[in-house]
């Protein structure tokens, strides 16, 4: 009875580095969802997607942020290039449909040095 | 701008007491808010949920109450208890999938 899966849970990179981040959505469900949360500020949307196909990339950044989520494996969230402003806790979120709820996995933080 | 607002980044209530958390919106076409609770270094988790066509929505301890023309919903938790220690996010979602969430109330339930 697996949630959404991410690893890493924390993830220390040096600027210019790239970060990788994984998330295995719950069991039967294909819709996947990245979300960003800044220091004391709330989780905010960024790209959804369903198996191999971006659904809506309207709240990622149109440069170094990329994200996929292929037939086989986890989504991906990668984003190239870091800079100490990416620093941010990034949760994945997985549903059944649109229409269901999202259930959050626990969350990757990136640190960029 | 904020969409979504909590303006209380913090409450403290005695174990046993009502809790209620405020929650804001702008957007009078926003037709359906979630409540989620998270502890520290875990994921939010799904607590209740409102549609717009409902002025409350009750779940055992937890209970939304929503007034459109205000544009405001809260969160009761009757009665506290020390492990609904977390924070509570509303969120707002306009459509489906794109959820907007507040910046989050602080809750701590006091022994």
């Known amino acids: 009875n697996a949630g959404v899966m991410q690893n890493p849970r924390h993830l220390v990179r040096r600027r210019g580095q790239e970060a990788r981040l994984r998330c295995s959505p719950m069991?039967?469900?294909?819709?996947v969802y990245w979300y960003r949360q800044l220091p004391e500020e709330g989780l905010k949307f960024m790209v959804y997607?369903?198996?191999?196909?971006?659904?809506?990339e309207s709240g990622m950044p149109k440069e170094r942020f990329s994200a996929e989520f292929p037939k086989e494996g986890p989504s991906i969230l990668r984003i190239q290039q870091v800079v100490r402003g990416d620093s941010a806790a990034y949760f994945c979120?997985?549903?059944?449909?649109?229409?269901?709820?999202?259930?959050f996995g626990a969350g990757t933080r990136l640190s960029v040095l | 701008d904020q969409q979504v607002k909590q303006n209380s980044p913090s409450l403290s209530v005695q174990e046993g007491r009502i809790s209620i958390l405020n929650c804001d919106y702008t957007?009078?076409?926003?037709?359906?808010f979630l409540w989620y609770k998270k502890y520290p270094a875990e994921g939010p988790t799904f607590l209740i949920s409102?549609?717009?066509?409902?002025d409350k929505n009750e779940d055992g301890r937890f209970t939304v109450f929503l007034n459109k023309s205000a544009k405001h919903l809260s969160l009761h938790i009757v009665p506290s208890q020390p492990g609904d220690s977390a924070v509570y996010f509303c969120?707002?979602?306009?459509?489906?999938?794109?959820?907007?969430f507040g910046t989050g109330t602080r809750l701590k339930v006091l022994a």
């Open positions: 969120a707002a979602a306009p459509g489906t999938y794109k959820y907007i």
């Open positions: 979120a997985s549903s059944l449909g649109t229409e269901n709820i999202q259930y």
């Open positions: 997607l369903q198996k191999e196909n971006i659904i809506d």
């Open positions: 957007n009078s076409m926003f037709d359906y």
């Open positions: 409102i549609s717009s066509i409902k």
């Open positions: 069991k039967g469900h294909s819709h």
